[in-house]
């Protein structure tokens, strides 16, 4: 009988190695499936403008057309809004970060929103808010450079502002008026420092 097992044993058929034939081999997903797990992954993370859902899938190879079909199906059902994007970035960027029209105008343009688009979302700002939040800023920078000399405050506060994107006549007003809020005084009169000089920090 241990022979007989041993024959039985012997005669078993080896495993046959995995197939390689062409259905085995063709697991490469297609393009739209790509364009749409690409699409729904960084929408789930944050908004985006069509833009930016067009730069993705350009940099994972998704042909222009199948792009172009997946993301209009996108936007009928209203899951990509470029105008409510645009409107949704306009006002978080200027309440949050105190950005003015100017610098919001870039940063639209550099998400990809077209100038009509970027035109209506920015009229959410006018010219009192740009002002109320450039104040805002120029109190909070204040506080943080109490102690130094009234040049460099002035200085630093109109530099942040600059870099917000106000002008640099806004912005030293605002700086000036500030801090003669502040010290309780009349505004300053430009003899501790000149203009030009505030841009340099």
Do not use: C, N
């Not at 949050?96 to 990809?112: I, M, Q, Y």
């Not at 100038?115 to 800023?137: I, K, M, P, S, Y």
């Not at 530099?159 to 806004?170: A, D, E, N, W």
Request: aromatic share 2%; hydrophobic share 40%.
């Amino acid at each position: 009988m241990a022979t007989s097992h041993a024959g039985a044993r012997r005669r078993r058929p080896a495993q046959e190695p995995p197939s390689t034939g062409t259905a085995a081999q063709d697991t490469e997903p297609d393009p739209e499936s790509v364009a749409r797990a690409i699409a729904l992954r960084l929408l789930t993370g944050a908004p985006r403008s069509r833009a930016q859902l067009e730069e993705a899938m350009a940099r994972r190879d998704v042909p222009e057309e199948v792009a172009a079909r997946v993301l209009d199906r996108f936007t009928e059902v209203g899951l990509v809004d470029d105008a409510e994007y645009a409107r949704m970035l306009v006002r978080t960027r200027h309440e949050e970060r105190g950005l003015s029209r100017r610098a919001l105008a870039v940063e639209l343009r550099r998400k990809g929103i077209d100038e009509e688009t970027a035109a209506g979302a920015l009229e959410q700002v006018d010219a009192d808010d740009e002002e109320e939040a450039a104040r805002a800023l120029v109190r909070r920078k204040l506080r943080s450079t109490a102690g130094l000399d009234e040049a460099t405050r002035l200085r630093r506060v109109a530099g942040t502002l600059g870099r917000k994107g106000y002008s640099p006549g806004l912005a030293l007003r605002i700086a000036r008026e500030e801090l003669a809020a502040e010290a309780g005084d009349a505004p300053w009169d430009g003899t501790t420092g000149g203009p030009g000089a505030f841009w340099d920090d």
